[in-house]
């Protein structure tokens, strides 16, 4: 399934991606609220995270490129629950931040996963003090649900915990008039 959306061509992640995401993973911006900065790649076993560390052959993951010239945007996932759920992801290279570019990929997303893929609800979730990424979830719609304390995690300010968001296909709908 490949989704086109005003400025993205969003499709299924393949081995030729591997190289653009493990670049994303060596920036310390991009990094910084899942690892504190790059992943070590030497060191750093992508099983042994708990964070999606992409290379190609994930089935949840979709690749996300400019339509006009194809340059690599970033990655989204819609991951399934064993609820009738599924978490949503992005992540995505530092000079497209603050231009709308994460809300509208997820959104193609999340209106696939309701409309298509019969969630019931999407949930997502970031550190407290990733206000980047909160506000990309208040933009689809999501509520917060919860936070979560932090324990195992040394990066400043991860003692104000995760925070979860979600919103229902009956709230998507509400929300966004989806018939």
């Keep these: 399934m490949t989704f086109h959306t005003k400025n993205l061509t969003i499709s299924p992640c393949s081995a030729t991606d591997r190289d653009d995401f493990i670049a994303l993973e060596?920036?310390?911006?991009?990094?910084?609220?899942?690892?504190?900065?790059?992943?070590?790649?030497?060191?750093?076993?992508?099983?042994?995270?708990?964070?999606?560390?992409?290379?190609?052959?994930?089935?949840?993951?979709?690749?996300?490129?400019?339509?006009?010239?194809?340059e690599f945007v970033g990655w989204f996932c819609l991951s399934p629950g064993n609820d009738g759920?599924?978490?949503?992801?992005?992540?995505?290279?530092?000079?497209?931040?603050?231009?709308?570019?994460?809300s509208e990929g997820a959104l193609a997303l999340l209106d696939w996963g309701f409309a298509s893929a019969g969630y019931e609800k999407i949930v997502a979730c970031t550190m407290a003090i990733n206000l980047g990424s909160r506000r990309v979830m208040e933009k689809l719609g999501m509520r917060?649900?919860?936070?979560?304390?932090?324990?195992?995690?040394?990066?400043?300010?991860?003692?104000?915990?995760?925070?979860?968001?979600?919103?229902?296909?009956?709230e998507w709908r509400r929300a966004f008039s989806l018939s």
């Excluded at 195992?152 to 104000?160: C, R, T, Y």
């Design 144 to 170: 917060h649900v919860r936070t979560v304390e932090v324990t195992s995690s040394s990066i400043p300010g991860a003692d104000e915990g995760e925070v979860w968001y979600e919103v229902s296909r009956t």
């Design 85 to 102: 759920s599924a978490e949503i992801g992005y992540r995505l290279r530092k000079i497209q931040w603050g231009q709308g570019i994460a």
């Design 26 to 70: 060596l920036d310390p911006d991009v990094m910084y609220f899942l690892n504190g900065g790059p992943v070590d790649h030497e060191t750093t076993d992508p099983d042994a995270v708990d964070f999606l560390m992409p290379r190609g052959t994930e089935p949840f993951v979709w690749t996300a490129r400019l339509t006009t010239s194809g």
